[in-house]
T-cell receptor, first 114, second 114 residues
Framework: GENVEQHPSTLSVQEGDSAVIKCTYSDSASNYFPWYKQELGKRPQLIIDIRSNVGEKKDQRIAVTLNKTAKHFSLHITETQPEDSAVYFC?????????????FGSGTQLTVLP | NAGVTQTPKFRILKIGQSMTLQCTQDMNHNYMYWYRQDPGMGLKLIYYSVGAGITDKGEVPNGYNVSRSTTEDFPLRLELAAPSQTSVYFCAALAGGSGTDTQYFGPGTRLTVL
């Protein structure tokens, strides 16, 4: 089955700086890669996703890059703000699989220092 | 349109007790999932369903059971609660059509087994 590894587990940045979180996956059949943000005590919420036919996707201050050859993808947050502080999870899925199951990374606690 | 709802929000069980975690979605989504999230960890898939009457095991199904008699409801049953089942449980739903890969999560149920 799929295995997703996520690094770093914790990340502290100064407000206004950029943050980068990296994930690797094992199953070459995976071609859908979402990123979820989870605030303390809340549900995970999708912030951006990318499919394997695209190398990069941006949404305002958030971007995701994908390298299918190397089987890794990254989340980039620019101009970080205190409200970006949360746990971020990457995931991988084979959308053509029987149940579109997501395999999640272990999460990154991002802290944006004022 | 409430999306995915879960009840209860919190519950404390004694070892050996049983309970059912409720999950309901009003989006008419075919796919539903149950995850558990242990403190500081990612989400692990317990069970999933690709439609009414169809369920299957995920990564960590032991100690749990599910049913899917309707599209809307996907309850998770714990028969003999154990301390190892102390966790936050999230239900999620996914439409299942072409290009619809986003899983939407419910607010979660925090379960403590003492």
């Amino acid at each position: 089955g799929e295995n997703v590894e996520q690094h770093p587990s914790t990340l502290s940045v100064q407000e206004g700086d950029s943050a980068v979180i990296k994930c690797t996956y094992s199953d070459s059949a995976s071609n859908y890669f979402p990123w979820y943000k989870q605030e303390l005590g809340k549900r995970p919420q999708l912030i951006i996703d990318i499919r394997s036919n695209v190398g990069e996707k941006k949404d305002q201050r958030i971007a995701v890059t994908l390298n299918k050859t190397a089987k890794h993808f990254s989340l980039h947050i620019t101009e970080t703000q205190p409200e970006d502080s949360a746990v971020y999870f990457c995931a991988a899925s084979d959308p053509e699989g029987s149940a579109r199951q997501l395999t999640f990374g272990s999460g990154t606690q991002l802290t944006v220092l004022p | 349109n409430a999306g995915v709802t879960q009840t209860p929000k919190f519950r404390i069980l004694k070892i050996g007790q049983s309970m059912t975690l409720q999950c309901t979605q009003d989006m008419n989504h075919n796919y539903m999932y149950w995850y558990r999230q242990d403190p500081g960890m990612g989400l692990k898939l317990i069970y999933y369903s690709v439609g009414a009457g169809i369920t299957d095991k995920g990564e960590v199904p032991n100690g749990y059971n599910v049913s899917r008699s309707t599209t809307e409801d996907f309850p998770l049953r714990l028969e003999l609660a154990a301390p190892s089942q102390t966790s936050v449980y999230f239900c999620a739903a996914l439409a299942g059509g072409s290009g619809t890969d986003t899983q939407y999560f419910g607010p979660g149920t925090r379960l403590t087994v003492l």
